[in-house]
């Protein structure tokens, strides 16, 4: 074990970013990984349908980083694609997020350029504003526009993936989805979006394969590493290990839960196949109004397969209670973030540990924003 000069503890974004920077520096590098692949949550593979599915829900690449997007690039080619949503309303499907378009399905011709003209006096135009700033606005005209969205867009989707009302979650949660004065209809506006043209998983392989990588899948972190507050010492398989180590796990594991569980929403992922070509009008539709799911994602739309049958995943938000149950997403509040500092304060007493991911550090980041942080955190453990 004292071969390696890095320990990183998982293989998504976080980990293998990492790993392969830290191996083109010259480091030896022993990356573990609890589950039987690699790629964390953005693994994806071929169903029987012969249909490339996302196993843990629907990642669409994006980002305005040219750095983050040109090492990327390094391990794949793109294939176009500019996510689109909509909300499905009765039989209406309406542009998510909420635009001009949906301003006008929603209103109808008239009251809708009423409405547009106001509401770009008052913001400007191809301005965003987050709906819990829009329901701040005293005009009865655009609270009535405000209240709609609320109603028809955020209300029963946030109920759902959530167990909380809109006003009750972080504002930087919704603010994700912000109601946008343009007609532009895709769900981000980065300037690179795309998906890898043979997916995440041959990516991550890509990315991985260097001399100085060795991958062991199906090893959780405990069952190698042995960390002793003590002496602020960890110890692999019982030898001391002075290299750093790197863990992208959820931080209260690594510290047995010691303090109480942190809490996660998790999600229960049904994917079926349907034999006919197409199954619905956009890559992912919104169910706002009803449905316990709370969207429905194509895989065709993404992968752009020429296949006869197709196959579309229903998304399901629920509680987390521990494995095997997985925490998709860290519920940021103040009492969470205090939670979440103990431990912190434990993961202190070891110079050689770095946390790093959406779980280690219980933040919600995008793909982009992890690999950025990773090809940061590379540069200070170079040798
Ligand atoms: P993960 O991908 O979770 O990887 C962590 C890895 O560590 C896992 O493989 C895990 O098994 C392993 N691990 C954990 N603990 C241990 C341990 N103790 N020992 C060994 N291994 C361990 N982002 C986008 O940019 N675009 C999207 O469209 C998008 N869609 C998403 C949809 C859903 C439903 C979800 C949940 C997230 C989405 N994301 C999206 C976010 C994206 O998944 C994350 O940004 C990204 O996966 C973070 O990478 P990570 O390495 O931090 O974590
Ligand atoms: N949201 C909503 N209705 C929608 C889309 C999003 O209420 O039609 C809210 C919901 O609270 C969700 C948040 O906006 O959790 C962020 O949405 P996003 O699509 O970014 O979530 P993710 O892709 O991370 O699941």
Redesign the pocket.
């Known amino acids: 074990m004292n071969n390696y000069d890095a320990i990183i503890?998982?293989?998504?974004?976080?980990?293998?970013v990492t790993a392969r920077k830290l191996a083109e520096n010259g480091q030896q590098v022993l990356l573990?990984?609890?589950?039987g692949h690699?790629?964390?949550?953005?693994?994806d593979r071929l169903d029987d349908a012969g249909v490339l599915i996302h196993e843990?829900?629907?990642?669409?690449?994006?980002t305005n980083s040219k750095p983050v997007y040109d090492f990327l690039s390094r391990f794949t080619e793109w294939r176009d694609y500019e996510?689109r949503v909509v909300a499905k309303i009765g039989d209406m499907e309406m542009p998510v997020p909420f635009n001009l378009t949906s301003l006008y399905l929603a209103f109808g011709e008239e009251k809708g350029r009423r409405l547009e003209e106001m509401l770009e006096n008052i913001y400007g135009s191809d301005r965003k504003i987050t709906i819990l700033d829009l329901r701040q606005n005293p005009e009865p005209e655009i609270r009535e526009v405000a209240e709609y969205v609320y109603e028809h867009v955020f209300k029963y989707y946030t109920m759902k993936q959530w167990g909380l009302k809109p006003e009750e979650i972080d504002p930087s949660v919704t603010a994700r989805v912000p109601v946008f004065l343009s007609r532009d209809d895709r769900y981000f506006q980065d300037r690179y979006q795309g998906i890898p043209k043979e997916g995440y998983t041959v990516l991550f392989e890509k990315m991985l394969n260097h001399p100085n990588i060795t991958v062991r899948l199906n090893?959780?972190?405990?069952d190698v590493l042995q960390f002793d507050e003590l002496h602020s010492t960890i110890t692999v398989d019982g030898e001391p290990f002075e290299g750093s180590v790197v863990?992208?796990?959820?931080l209260d594991?690594?510290f047995d839960c010691r303090f109480g569980q942190l809490p996660y929403r998790s999600?229960k992922f049904e994917f079926e196949t349907y034999p006919q070509e197409w199954y619905q009008s956009h890559g992912t539709v919104n169910y706002t109004v009803d449905q316990d799911y709370t969207r429905i994602t194509e895989f065709k739309y993404f992968s752009g397969q020429k296949l006869p049958s197709t196959t579309i995943v229903k998304?399901y938000p629920k509680a987390y209670n521990g494995a095997p149950d997985i925490p998709?997403?860290a519920i940021i509040n103040p009492k969470n973030r205090r939670l979440y500092d103990r431990y912190l304060a434990v993961s202190k007493h070891f110079q050689q540990l770095h946390l790093?991911?959406?779980?280690?550090e219980y933040q919600y980041?995008?793909?982009?924003?992890?690999v950025e942080k990773a090809l940061a955190l590379s540069e200070e453990l170079q040798k």
């Open positions: 503890i998982g293989a998504g974004f976080a980990g293998a573990l990984e609890q589950r690699i790629g964390g949550n953005a693994y843990y829900g629907p990642h669409i690449f994006h996510h090893t959780a972190a405990k863990y992208t796990g959820a594991e690594l999600l998304e998709y997403y790093i991911g959406r779980l280690a980041y995008n793909m982009d924003a992890i």
